[in-house]
């Protein structure tokens, strides 16, 4: 039998937690945006071509910050002239999170900069869900748990669910931790929805969200090193030159366990390894790398 101290002590624990989810700020969601432009003119059609094509072309070089954010500008432009277009919208949202997490999270000079620019990414997604499906708008715009609505979608959101949860998480880290708590259930419910769509997706995506997500989570709200720790080497396997998966196990595993040598072999993995060899990330596996070296020149201050 359990005695009344663990008792106790398991309450208390419990109602900390449920306390804390209480407290996480809330965000306005982009749910109830109108995702009909009706037909579009000929000129405004040009223009939605034109911005489209400019956004494919910055993107193409986006290892540079000023073709990043011209990617970004032009994608808004496509998707504020035509809202409609559910697949631009999700290009958005992965574009904005690209040029934050490359360009912006060094700057901590701005870090509200950094933090609304994720929030932007966020509702980028949300708005690409509302026009991929209407039946899901509906449900999110009459209050329905996006645990639930998500019964509508299927592999085709996974772009736009995969980069609203990246974009939200990061958000809510730089919100609080309360805030993080708080969203703790609705991202697992749309990741594992994402897991069994389109566990490929990005570089094995989903696996790599949940191996931060079960490193992230304290024990009392789900997380689990074991599970982190499968996710991880599930996406290094099938990727195992897609640097952001090392570089993210480094900084929530091998910190979390105080795993020094793991924490190096990740991280020099990355700093001695060639960009070049998935092509496809070249500019995102550039950005790691810079990423790598600041963990490596910190690194008697992380351990």
């Not at 939605?48 to 540079?64: C, F, H, I, K, T």
């Not at 299927?154 to 974009?167: E, G, H, Q, T």
């Not at 749309?190 to 094995?204: A, N, V």
């Not at 366990?257 to 496809?280: A, K, M, Q, W």
């Amino acid at each position: 039998m359990m005695s009344s101290f663990k008792i106790g002590h398991w309450v208390a624990l419990v109602c900390v937690a449920a306390l804390v989810a209480s407290c996480g700020s809330t965000r306005e969601t982009a749910w109830d945006t109108t995702s009909d432009a009706g037909q579009l003119d000929d000129a405004t059609e040009k223009k939605v071509v034109a911005a489209l094509e400019a956004a494919s072309a910055a993107w193409a070089n986006r290892g540079d910050k000023t073709q990043a954010k011209a990617a970004v500008d032009a994608w808004t432009t496509a998707t504020d002239l035509d809202p409609s277009n559910g697949d631009a919208l999700a290009d958005l949202s992965h574009a904005i999170y690209y040029y934050a997490d490359c360009f912006l999270r060094p700057d901590e000079d701005n870090p509200e900069l950094y933090k609304n620019t994720h929030e932007t990414g966020t509702q980028a997604a949300e708005r690409a869900l509302a026009a991929l499906s209407p039946a899901f708008a509906d449900k999110m715009a009459s209050g329905e748990r996006i645990e639930d609505a998500i019964s509508v979608l299927n592999a085709k959101a996974v772009p736009a669910l995969y980069w609203r949860s990246s974009n939200l998480g990061r958000w809510a880290i730089l919100e609080s931790f309360a805030t993080l708590l708080s969203y703790k259930d609705e991202i697992r419910s749309i990741m594992e929805f994402c897991l069994d769509e389109d566990p490929l997706y990005f570089y094995q995506g989903p696996d790599r969200y949940f191996g931060i997500f079960y490193a992230k989570a304290p024990g009392f709200a789900g997380g689990d090193m074991k599970k982190s720790a499968a996710h991880f080497n599930t996406a290094i396997d099938a990727h195992p030159n897609y640097f952001a998966t090392r570089i993210l196990m480094a900084e929530e595993w091998a910190v979390k366990e105080d795993n020094r040598p793991l924490f190096e072999e990740l991280v020099n993995y990355v700093i001695n390894g060639d960009p070049n060899t998935v092509p496809s990330a070249l500019p995102e596996n550039q950005c790691e790398q810079r990423k790598a070296a600041k963990l490596m020149a910190d690194i008697d201050d992380t351990f």
